[in-house]
């Protein structure tokens, strides 16, 4: 377990997925009806950007750090709100003061009757990521292995709510573990909403993934994808994406106005440019 996400905190990837992950729960939160949010791998919860691991690799700086510095049309804008929110204070130069991981978000975006179930299985990080909750009664921080909690876990007892699985990717097996959680979840708790991150870095790998997803059965799902062309030059993660299961009905929608700004944001002289991708259970495909 040497995987440590705050060198990677804010950056694109993680702009990429909490943008997400926030349209989703605002989503979800518009039925009056309370939920529960699983997140299987959480990590610590709030990052210090200024702190040895981010200062590194200083990745924040293309990623929020660009979200913030550009001005959106009012429609991008409003989407990218509830985020921007969660996100926080920011210090005079611009940097915010802590970035919130997947925890963050929820804790920021859910209501009082919600309930956060968050696993961490590195016990360091579970302790820090139980004291950055504080007395949040709403949340359960367990040290656990994500996966065997998700299985004991679901269906939850409010029967509606988001599990999000965001593993390091440290394993050779994960996309495969990944499947088989996803699978066995799914037989027990159908109609939740799943959101499953993974990188991008060997094309074969995410198609062979995705060829193991359309073996689930799973009635509605969708995959929003960023990615750069495989040109020389470009760095070894080259994009990243978001399986998700059982999509609130306007996230492809939302995701066809956000995936042309943030790749714009992201892009990059030296490098590939990012392009977007949609691909909704008809099989239909979106470019941008
Ligand atoms: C990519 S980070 C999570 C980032 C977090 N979801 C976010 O968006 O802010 C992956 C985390 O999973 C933890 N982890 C690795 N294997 C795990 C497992 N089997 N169960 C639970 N957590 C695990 C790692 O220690 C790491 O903190």
Known sequence: MNYRHAFHAGNFADVFKHLLLSRILVYLIRKPAPLRFIDTHAGI??????????????????GIGRLDATKATPAVAALLDPYLAAVGARTTDGRPLFYPGSPGIAQHLLRPGDRLLLCERHPED????????????????????????????????ERRGLVLMDPPF??????????????????????????????????????????QMATLG??????????RDAAAGAPALRGCGLF????????????????????????????????GAIRTEAGQLTRF
Not at 53 to 58: H, I, P, S, Y
Not at 184 to 201: L, V
Not at 258 to 269: E, K, R, S, T, Y
């Open 45 to 62: 919860g709030f990052y210090d950007l200024a702190g040895t691991e981010a200062a590194k690799t200083g990745e924040w700086r293309t």
């Open 126 to 157: 579970a302790i820090a990521l139980k004291s950055v909750m504080g007395r949040d009664k709403r949340v359960k921080v367990l040290a656990s292995d994500g996966y065997a909690t998700l299985k004991a876990s679901v269906p939850p007892p």
């Open 170 to 211: 440290e394993e050779r097996d994960e996309f495969d573990t990944l499947a088989m959680s996803l699978a066995s979840a799914t037989r027990k708790w159908a109609t939740g909403t799943y959101a499953i991150w993974y990188p991008i870095k060997e094309a074969a790998q995410v198609a062979a993934f995705q060829a």
């Open 218 to 227: 799973l009635a509605r799902h969708c995959t929003i994808e960023i990615l």
């Open 244 to 275: 998700v299961v059982n999509p609130p009905y306007l996230l492809a929608e939302e995701a066809a106005l956000l995936l042309p700004f943030i790749c714009g944001i992201f892009d990059d002289a030296a490098l590939p440019p990012f392009n």
